[in-house]
């Protein structure tokens, strides 16, 4: 007797195939694909991004120092809409137990336990629970979402000349990044937490204290034997109350995300030291809100077909928090004009630091 751990899915009809041998796993049958791809492989997305934009510029030479700018103000539309399906989970077992059979009442000795037909004895998940085998019969729903959302984008730049050589720079606007086409996709993918159904094995049902009718007579194990005097392998039982999973697991899309979003300050002092040279220093600081993570949510699912509903641990893209980013750039440029014309293609150097 132990803890048995086994796969959810038992594919007999071999590993990875290519598009054009795809199979039904349940009998191994071809499938006629109209495409190169299954149903719930598939996911549309549709996105509209309607925008406008505004900008004044100024600019005055009069003041003790030259200065230019720009104030702006763009907006943004965003309308997407996605369709694909949740996928439930679906039993697959190459040894199914027979129509009608009960896990809880039956008599062990009504099966040839040395015999392939009685390897559904051994198959975990033949002693599911009701709503478990309601819950993962495969079914195949599809789902639509649809969002819009309006973005205001302000920025205000502006330019202030020093020197006839020095720079100095100032700029905050807002900006927004649009989550990848694929994280929106509306696809959902049911499986078992840890891919594994578990049950406690029970012991040998045909042992020395209970011997097999068929046993030998001085035989010290209780089992029958083939023609070369061996014993025969038995069909090991499952204990059906110990029959589990550790809870339902799927991956999916998010049609509901929403952009990242940073409010940006840029200050920089650049000096042109010379005709072809300059040492420009840049200072930034970024205030994030909605950026992209993977992270987890608890939802409940309910089978349409059958009407069980269960919570998953669904992982995929979302929305995070706030957070910051900062740090200060610094570059340099220089043409050494000086080397001789067999280095010419060395003049030009430059370095970038950044931290």
Known sequence: MGVILEPMYSDRCGDFR????????????????????????????????????????????????????????????????????????????????????????????????????????????????????????????????????????????????????????????????????????????????????????????????????????????GLPVDASGNDLEQNLMIDPESARINGWTASSGNPFLKPMESVQWDASFEWYYDDVGSLTTSFFYKDLTNFFINGGTVREFTNPETGVTQQVDVSGPTNGGKGSMKGVEINYQQFFDMLLRCVERLRNASKLYVY
Request: proline share 7%.
């Open 18 to 221: 290519p598009a054009a041998s795809r199979i039904y796993e349940d009998d191994c049958s071809s499938r006629s694909l109209t495409n190169q791809f299954l149903p719930q492989e598939i996911s549309y997305t549709s996105e509209g991004n309607t925008a406008a934009y505004i900008r004044l510029d100024f600019e005055n030479d009069d003041w003790e120092y030259r200065v230019a700018g720009n104030i702006g103000l763009r907006a943004v539309r965003i309308e997407n809409t996605t369709r694909g399906t949740t996928s439930f989970p679906e039993q697959l077992t190459q040894y199914p137990a027979p129509e009608g059979w009960d896990p809880l009442n039956y008599n062990p000795e009504d099966y040839n336990l040395f015999a392939t037909s009685s390897r559904f004895l051994e198959q975990t998940i033949n002693y599911m629970s009701e709503d478990f085998r309601n819950f993962a019969n495969g079914a195949l729903v599809p789902n639509e979402a649809s969002q819009s959302y309006t973005k205001y984008l302000p920025s205000f730049n502006i330019k202030v000349e020093l020197t006839d050589d020095l720079l100095a720079r100032f700029a905050v606007s807002k900006a927004i990044a649009l989550p990848d086409i694929g994280n929106l996709r509306n696809n959902t993918t049911i499986g078992v937490l840890g891919h594994n159904l578990e049950a406690d094995r029970l012991p040998a049902y045909w042992n020395a204290e209970n011997p097999h009718p068929d046993a030998p007579s001085d035989s010290t194990t």
